[in-house]
């Protein structure tokens, strides 16, 4: 048959083992990509050897712990992604850029001795304005 690839068995008279046809790729994905109907599942990786990686040894995303998928860059933690939402680590910052990128909004945790939580009111609240003010005492 053309365009399908066989190998001969070990022994003299082995029939020729089908290992696919030439024209699928042998069905697997080409390097131009495609769509897998299944689950793909690669090793834990770490921060510093993602397992999925973006064109760079020490950026991609991890399995730092169950049920939860790390992001790093440059091999440091940036976050998790977990259960409980997101969790920006090692006080990296959080930045809501305007449209045209040349303003932001950041968020960003200083040093801390206890855990501080800024929950935002319900829609109930102010005729639907939200006015925010912090302080920090």
């Given at each position: 048959?053309v365009?399908v690839?066989?190998?001969?068995?070990d022994?003299?008279?082995?029939?020729?083992?089908?290992?696919?046809?030439?024209?699928?790729?042998?069905?697997?994905?080409p390097?131009?990509?495609?769509?897998f109907?299944?689950?793909?599942?690669?090793?834990?990786?770490?921060?510093?050897?993602?397992s999925?990686q973006?064109?760079?040894a020490?950026?991609?995303?991890?399995?730092?712990?169950?049920?939860t998928?790390?992001l790093?860059?440059?091999?440091?933690?940036?976050?998790?992604?977990e259960?409980?939402?997101?969790?920006?680590?090692?006080?990296?910052?959080?930045?809501?850029r305007?449209s045209?990128?040349?303003?932001?909004?950041?968020?960003?945790?200083p040093?801390?001795?206890s855990?501080?939580?800024?929950?935002l009111?319900?829609?109930t609240?102010?005729?639907n304005?939200?006015?925010?003010?912090?302080c920090?005492c």
């Amino acid at each position: 048959t053309v365009d399908v690839l066989k190998i001969k068995g070990d022994t003299d008279n082995a029939a020729f083992i089908t290992l696919g046809n030439l024209e699928t790729n042998l069905g697997m994905i080409p390097k131009t990509g495609g769509t897998f109907t299944g689950n793909v599942q690669s090793s834990a990786g770490t921060k510093a050897s993602p397992s999925i990686q973006v064109n760079d040894a020490n950026t991609g995303l991890y399995k730092p712990a169950s049920d939860t998928i790390g992001l790093s860059c440059v091999g440091e933690d940036i976050a998790y992604v977990e259960t409980t939402g997101i969790e920006i680590k090692d006080g990296k910052k959080l930045e809501f850029r305007d449209s045209g990128n040349s303003n932001v909004v950041s968020l960003q945790a200083p040093a801390l001795t206890s855990d501080v939580a800024l929950t935002l009111p319900d829609s109930t609240r102010c005729a639907n304005r939200y006015n925010f003010s912090f302080c920090w005492c």
